[in-house]
């Protein structure tokens, strides 16, 4: 736990694997995915749509929510907790509005002295808030913006001695927008610029560094399958795949691709794999299911190669249109 805490608050290298600039370690979190149908289909959500989901990959995916919608995301870290909260407020007039809040939480961490005496506790922790806006321009194109706060901040509680301490806050942006194309409007593309802002400063101003800031481009198509009963209902294949690189240097872009198969929404099964040098490589499977209002997705993924994240952490969204 303490090794986390000091991967968060120490400067990174000059240069990291799949990044041109330095992680900033204050907004690492920012590049955990969120969201347990993303995740389910390899951490694919540029095209995402009709979720509220879609704020955490592309804000223009909100565009096409038909209802309002309150969700609760959580997954398992290696050094705690995810936790996001996210409400959405669909217009005829107006467009999509709401927002989010999300939460990572690293646990306490006990500071000791030179005999091993536990002298302190320190809690280190990250925020973002979002502001989200998206709105359909001629039916087939939407648009998306998010405006972010993010905090990163380790509280102590008695006497910490050396262990890193201080607090940071920073704004940013994401843009995003979506086309549809084909009968029935099957293709989807997306294109998404996140965290787009000023650099994050948690101890000094030497020590700042920029936000994580990524291009990405997806697209999901929609295969209807064989009809089910008398009233037409289809089974339905979605297969997407998903490209993204550090803004400026896309020599070290990554892909991810994924699949979704189901009937309508009531029951998916989902599959994927992401092909990244992060830390979040790896397989992932899903499980979607839903009720009249209320939806459950479940995701499990096989990663390797970090430090912050578990091998195989559970992802789990639920959620309730009104």
């Not at 979002?130 to 972010?148: C, D, I, P, Q, R």
Request: glycine residues 12%; charged residues 20%; contains cysteine.
């Amino acid at each position: 736990m303490l090794a986390a805490l000091v991967v968060l608050t120490a400067r990174p290298p000059d240069r990291l694997p799949a990044q041109s600039q330095p992680l900033n370690s204050g907004a690492l979190f920012l590049i955990f995915p969120v969201g347990a149908e993303a995740v389910g289909m390899g951490q694919t959500g540029v095209a995402l749509d009709g979720r509220s989901e879609a704020a955490f990959w592309n804000p223009a995916g909100l565009a096409t929510l038909e209802n309002r919608e309150f969700t609760l995301h959580t997954a398992t870290l290696a050094a705690g907790r995810t936790h996001a909260v996210s409400a959405y407020f669909p217009s005829s007039r107006l467009g999509v509005i709401g927002g989010a809040v999300y939460l990572v939480d690293y646990g306490d961490l006990e500071a000791t002295d030179s005999s091993g005496a536990t002298v302190g506790r320190i809690s280190p922790r990250n925020f973002e808030l979002l502001a989200s806006y998206a709105t359909a321009l001629g039916g087939a194109v939407e648009l998306g913006v998010n405006y972010k706060l993010v905090q990163f901040r380790t509280d102590c509680t008695g006497t910490c001695g050396d262990a890193p301490s201080g607090e940071g806050v920073t704004h940013a942006l994401d843009l995003g927008g979506q086309f549809a194309l084909g009968p029935a409007r099957a293709l989807r593309i997306g294109v998404a610029l996140r965290h787009i802002g000023f650099a994050l400063q948690v101890q000094n101003k030497e020590q700042a560094d920029p936000l994580p800031a990524r291009l990405a481009v997806g697209a999901r198509y929609r295969v209807a399958l064989r009809p089910l009963g008398d009233d037409g209902e289809r089974l339905d294949l979605r297969v997407a795949a998903d490209f993204d690189s550090p803004w400026g240097n896309y020599e070290d872009a990554e892909m991810r691709l994924g699949f979704d198969l189901g009937f309508r929404d009531l029951v998916r099964v989902r599959g994927g794999y992401a092909f990244v040098e992060d830390g979040l490589s790896g397989p992932s499977v899903g499980l979607g299911v839903a009720s009249g209002s209320i939806g459950v997705d479940l995701a499990r993924s096989f990663l390797s190669g970090t430090e912050l994240v578990v091998p195989n952490p559970t992802f789990f969204s639920f959620r309730v249109a009104f």
